[in-house]
């Protein structure tokens, strides 16, 4: 271990394995390296076998890459994650209910409580989601909120994924392979399961049908194909739900229903999600040299012909400019004290803010407004004095587009090396279901970790890898 | 089940038997260029025929070396119809219908991928070309295998059967119709050199240079080989076994479906052309022209099965 202790470790504290561990600890401690480091390597053999990869953009040679996988598990006890799913459940909650106020009477805004530039100026706005109710009134059907943890009781929320959120695949699959190469864990320590995933990601989708559809709804996940980075997560998905997966190219309009082109006609489907983004939808009524959409879809979505999941124009909420507010957004429309922090966030619209970045660019995190994916984002601690001046003319030109953020020290969880165990930075995303029927959260989610020591990036698209994430049964 | 889904399915299974196919294509072609070092070149230029690449072959190469020849049908990423070309292919539809496949068919494909991209990086040399060749056949018999072994017997392994027999007759009829002259039932090529060299290319390119043996008491005569390959029910390569699965798989369709479709009524007319023969009134009606009539009513049934399921549109 190196002995950096400016991080919290959730493994190993300062007089042996914090208490989730324990279990974990006292097996590991009794097993051989070697057989360990052979375990990892099945793992991977069994990944790239069975296709669970990525499509790196901008990659050409290395088309679809592996997220490397560690087999040490993340541990939270059941009380932890009691209060994180509160925490999650109200955020996502509010969500909901700022996006029906934004798309419709925008009480907040007249509030004087998010700036009404904040909306009026965002790209994610769509207009054509105005006075429009979606069925059951339901925006976000899945979110994938990032956590980070800095301390023992310090759990900050870093994203609010609210447009089409992705990994949840590798929750499952993550899962899977712990059970396959260590059964024996499974039986000594009680660990909540996950495998429920897919079956409540159908039933929240088919609760979420419109209320016109006859009948077991039909579900089917739209993909922009096989070149997309999270292919294998949409087909896996549609796969585990046991629902079609369909592309813009199957589907059109039939009879005011969207309906897919089936070996023997086309057939009506109620509920869509949809792993496009926004734009691409529709081209009559957005991007108009779309080839991955559906023409019309959005006139259908209009009539209430069928759901669409997530809802268009849900990228309004999880905007990084947005994301400041959120304390003040959970609040007025919960009525309660927001039960996850935010991380203090400076808005660079703001001069005040704009100048204290600027001045402090090597100790800040700075990310554009609606970037995602880790691609844009300057982490000041870790970056060259010539990346930091480049960094800070783009930011003077174009101020608005960025939010900055303190460096947080993120808590560190081992993985498993040659030498051993070293303690390496982690996020957390939980996945939430919505329906007009709840709210539900599967215990557990993705752990990504940066895998280079010390690095705070734990994007895939950056060399991050993932682990399995543990929720203990009480 | 979605058109576009039937249609990664069948296309799959063509791409697969491709492959396979042009393994078999380059043995025989290897094998006379070993033995018979006099007629290689000419034997290459037929496989390139056969495979109905010569002008893109001629426009690549000036020479039919076995060199460029393996090259080109193995490993050219340029052919569309290489072995690694068709094996990506393959795994492209494959993942365009993965969730319509089982784990075992899916990473059988995929592991195949995988291993032939690693092994077709570089040129083969010839010392190592027939255990490549077998790399390939091994792993085209294990997809097989998966899909034998663990599919339903549904409309999804239907439409997977339709991509392997269509192909496999394209295939079959080509060798025939490329060397058709050597079957011709000429009593002065009897015994020469020319037809036996001819008849065993054949035989090896269906992997039936034994089989004939045990299957037909007949000595090696040109119209025994033409029966067998053309018209013999038991030879898993011939046309009429070909035609007969086809016919099957259809039915089992139209069983599925409730309803008969256009390319229903094409492949029995071409079965229909090919059972209570004998190779006799074949040679009558005349060979090339009947190998070629086949040909494109095979083509024709491919693109009405992919009208009748909507694979496009």
């Not at chain 1, 980070?148 to 609010?160: A, M, P, S």
């Not at chain 2, 017997?153 to 394209?170: K, P, Q, S, Y």
């Not at chain 2, 290319?201 to 053309?230: G, K, M, N, Q, Y």
């Amino acid at each position: 271990m190196d002995n950096d202790q400016a991080h919290f470790d959730e493994m190993l504290g300062a007089t042996g394995a914090r208490p989730p561990y324990a279990g974990y600890d006292a097996w590991f401690s009794a097993q051989d390296r070697t057989r360990l480091a052979k375990k990892a390597a099945e793992a991977e053999a069994f990944f790239r076998r069975t296709g669970i990869t990525f499509n790196v953009y901008g990659q050409s040679d290395a088309e679809e890459r592996l997220i490397p996988f560690d087999l040490v598990p993340r541990v939270v006890s059941s009380s932890e994650w009691a209060r994180l799913s509160r925490g999650i459940e109200q955020r996502v909650r509010a969500i909901n209910a700022f996006l029906y106020d934004i798309y419709n009477r925008q009480e907040i805004l007249k509030a004087g409580i998010v700036p009404i530039d904040l909306i009026a100026k965002n790209a994610a706005f769509l207009p054509q989601m105005m006075d429009f109710n979606p069925p059951g009134g339901v925006y976000t059907h899945i979110v994938g909120t990032d956590i980070v943890r800095t301390g023992e009781n310090d759990f900050y929320v870093l994203e609010d994924n609210a447009r089409t959120p992705s990994g949840v695949s590798y929750m499952l699959e993550n899962r899977e392979t712990m059970l396959q190469m260590f059964p024996e864990l499974f039986s000594k320590i009680k660990v909540k399961p996950v495998s429920d995933y897919p079956k409540s990601l159908r039933r929240s989708l088919e609760a979420s049908a419109p209320s016109s559809c006859e009948g077991r709804p039909c579900v089917a996940v739209l993909t922009p194909g096989i070149h997309n980075s999270a292919y294998f997560e949409h087909s896996f998905l549609a796969d585990q739900m046991g629902v079609e997966l369909v592309e813009g190219h199957d589907l059109r309009v039939v009879d005011g229903h969207i309906a897919m082109r089936t070996t023997r006609g086309y057939r009506q489907i109620d509920v869509l999600y949809r792993r496009v983004d926004d734009d691409f939808l529709d081209p009559m009524t957005f991007n108009p040299s779309s080839m991955l959409g559906v023409p019309g879809i959005m006139d259908v979505y209009r009539a209430g012909n069928i759901t669409i999941a997530n809802a268009p124009g849900t990228g309004v909420a999880d905007d990084k400019a947005i994301y400041s507010y959120m304390p003040e957004i959970v609040e007025f429309y919960t009525g309660e004290r927001a039960i996850l922090k935010n991380v203090e966030t400076h808005r660079c619209s703001e001069p005040d803010a704009l100048k204290y970045v600027l001045e402090n660019l090597a100790d800040l995190v700075v990310k554009e407004v609606h970037g995602s994916g880790g691609y844009g984002m300057l982490v000041g601690p870790a970056a060259s004095k010539k990346e930091i001046a480049a960094f800070a003319a783009k930011l003077k030109s174009n101020p608005g587009n960025y939010i900055a953020q303190p460096t947080l020290s993120l808590s560190t969880v081992p993985i498993f090396t040659k030498k051993g165990l070293a303690p390496r930075h982690v996020d957390l995303r939980p996945f939430a279901l919505v329906s007009p029927s709840g709210v539900n959260i599967t215990p557990g989610g993705l752990t990504r970790v940066a895998l280079k020591a010390g690095s705070l990036v734990v994007n895939s698209s950056q060399g991050g890898g993932t682990k399995d994430t543990w929720i203990l049964e009480d | 089940m979605l058109g576009k889904t039937a249609g990664g399915l069948y296309w799959m299974f063509r791409f697969l038997e491709r492959a396979e196919n042009t393994a078999r294509l380059i043995e025989a072609g290897f094998r006379i260029a070993l033995t018979r070092s006099n007629d290689a070149e000419s034997e290459w230029k037929s496989v390139i025929i056969t495979s109905a690449a010569q002008q893109a072959f001629e426009a690549r190469h000036d020479k039919y070396s076995s060199g460029n020849v393996v090259n080109f049908l193995l490993r050219d990423p340029e052919n569309p119809s290489s072995v690694l070309s068709v094996t990506k292919s393959a795994r492209d539809n494959a993942r365009l219908v993965r969730t319509a496949l089982t784990t075992e068919v899916w990473a059988a494909v995929n592991e195949t991928w995988m291993l032939l991209t690693e092994t077709l990086k570089r040129p083969i040399p010839e010392t190592e070309l027939p255990a490549v060749l077998a790399t390939i056949r091994q792993q085209s018999a294990l997809v097989r295998g998966a899909l034998v072994g663990t599919m339903l017997r549904n409309d999804i392994f239907d439409f997977c059967r339709l991509g392997t027999f269509v192909e496999r007759i394209d295939s079959t009829a080509r060798i025939i119709d490329v060397k058709y002259y050597a079957l011709l039932p000429s009593p002065s090529f009897v015994g020469s050199r020319m037809d036996n060299v001819q008849w065993e290319t054949i035989l090896r390119s269906v992997s039936a240079h034994r089989s004939f043996r045990w299957a037909v008491e007949d000595d090696f005569t040109a119209p025994a080989i033409a029966d067998f390959l053309i018209l013999d029910d038991r030879m898993p390569r011939s046309l009429s076994h070909c035609a007969a699965q086809l016919v099957n798989n259809l039915g089992h369709l139209a069983k599925d479906y409730g309803e008969a479709m256009p390319s229903h009524v094409l492949a029995d007319r071409m079965n229909a052309r090919l059972k209570d023969r004998d190779i006799g009134s074949i040679f009558d009606e005349g060979l090339h022209e009947f190998v070629g009539s086949i040909l494109r009513e095979n083509a024709a049934i491919g693109m009405q099965i992919e009208t009748d399921y909507r694979f496009n549109h």
